[in-house]
């Protein structure tokens, strides 16, 4: 199933126990949707590629403007004006061409989110407003498949992973939450932290190992360096997954 230099490339993931030839096996056989080719999104798809995740989506409607630059590190300067996905798949496949590479240069809305999703497996949320990450809840609650959610803000983040059928949905947790129209600053590191746990996640997901982010929601302050951990619950009366 690997050629020789795929056992060389990805030969200090083999010699991990919880890994080994068969969980590289299950890596190549997933498919990752990534929701938005931003912050967020550059960095998961570059540490879900590494790791020689056989099929990767990237999902998003914008072009790359120069305001990005600052924390988006798969667009350089030479890329303003291309779109993100154009510009993020040529590094990525540059990166591993071992991994298949689909892009869909459009904003996800509740119209063609079902066809683009397809067969996918995962869902990693790297968008930046509230109306898609609802659509994304709907799409995970539909295929039944897990959705990993990141959010940043100046200098904090949260992270947590829904699973349809175990875990509270987006609408459980964030129903109350009135969708802002004004853009947030961030400083890069932020979402690299957040992305690079968000990668974690799908990564243990596919492998079966380790705790994922299930019914806990991660947050942090990269300004003083502290990290806790909330519970959160269903919400019986949920108008996506309440029963």
């Known amino acids: 199933m690997f050629a020789e230099e795929e056992l060389i490339r990805y030969q200090r993931q083999l010699i991990i126990p919880d890994i080994g030839e068969e969980g590289q096996k299950k890596l190549k056989k997933s498919h990752v949707i990534i929701a938005g080719v931003g912050g967020l999104g550059s960095i998961s798809a570059s540490y879900l590629v590494a790791a020689g995740v056989g099929h990767i989506t990237l999902v998003d409607g914008d072009r790359v403007e120069l305001t990005n630059l600052n ?4 667009h350089w300067t030479g890329d303003v004006d291309k779109w993100k996905v154009d510009s993020a798949s040529l590094k990525l496949r540059e990166m591993n061409p071992y991994c298949r590479i689909t892009t869909v240069p459009e904003r996800i809305t509740i119209h063609n989110v079902m066809d683009i999703f397809g067969n996918c497996s995962f869902i990693v949320d790297a968008t930046d407003n509230f109306q898609t990450r609802q659509v994304l809840n709907m799409a995970s609650l539909k295929k039944k498949i897990p959705f990993v959610y990141g959010g940043v803000n100046q200098f ?5 992973t829904f699973i349809p059928g175990e875990t509270p949905c987006f609408e459980c947790v964030f129903s109350k939450m009135a969708p802002s129209e004004k853009s947030a600053g961030i400083l890069g590191p932020v979402p690299g932290v957040i992305a690079s746990m968000q990668a974690m996640e799908v990564l243990k997901l596919i492998l079966g190992v380790g705790e994922p982010l299930k019914g806990k929601m991660l947050h942090f302050s990269l300004l003083n360096m502290k990290f806790r951990v909330i519970s ?5 009366d949920c108008s996506m997954c309440g029963v």
């Open 71 to 74: 924390r988006q590190i798969l």
């Open 156 to 160: 904090s983040g949260m992270i947590t």
């Open 232 to 236: 959160i619950e269903k919400n019986p």
